[in-house]
């Protein structure tokens, strides 16, 4: 890890600094404190056997000195049928502050979140990126797989 940079899981008290730094992979939009906090509380009591294994994995990388949110990611886990009723990684929303990139944040965040899904049981990790994120997920120890296809409502 990047020395005076911690993770942890986000908690409620992220709203803004979340909200800033998913800025550099999209637009958020319009969502409010209560229901970010909603969200936060669906994504925290949500588990995919027992209660030990949680579906979402909502992690936050800080910087110490300030508090300031540098990074964010999320590790989805799926519970399927094939591979005997097997479990499947999904990391989505992965997002690094403009004056934080190129720290190796990123590259702490996907090991991160990888081994999480792994430690879970996951046979597979997977995600879908832009053409031009391929080197670093490729420094990340992702290889190509498969075509990502998608439709959206009219
Ligand atoms: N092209 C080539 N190499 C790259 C790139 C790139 N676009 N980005 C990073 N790398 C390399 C770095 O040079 C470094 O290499 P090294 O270990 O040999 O020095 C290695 O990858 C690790 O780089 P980091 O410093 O960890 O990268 P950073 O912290 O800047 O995070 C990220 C990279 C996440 C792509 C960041 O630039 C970002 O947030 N971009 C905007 C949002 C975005 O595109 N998010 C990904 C969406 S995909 C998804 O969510 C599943």
Redesign the pocket.
Known sequence: MTAGYTIRRICKDDYEGIIDTLK??TVVGDLSRSQFEEIVDHWDSVHVNGTTTRQYNPHVIVEEATGQIA?T?NIIIERKLIHQGGLCGH??????SKNH????????LIDNLTQLGFDAGCYKVI????E??V??YE?CGYYRAGVEMQIRPN
Do not use: S, T, W, Y
């Not at 990391?91 to 690094?96: N, S, Y």
């Not at 990139?101 to 702490?108: S, T």
């Not at 995600?127 to 832009?130: E, I, M, N, P, T």
């Open positions: 550099v992979l990074a990611g990391i989505e929303d992965i997002a690094v990139q190129g720290k190796r944040l990123g590259r702490f995600l879908d990126c832009d031009k994120n080197p670093f420094k």
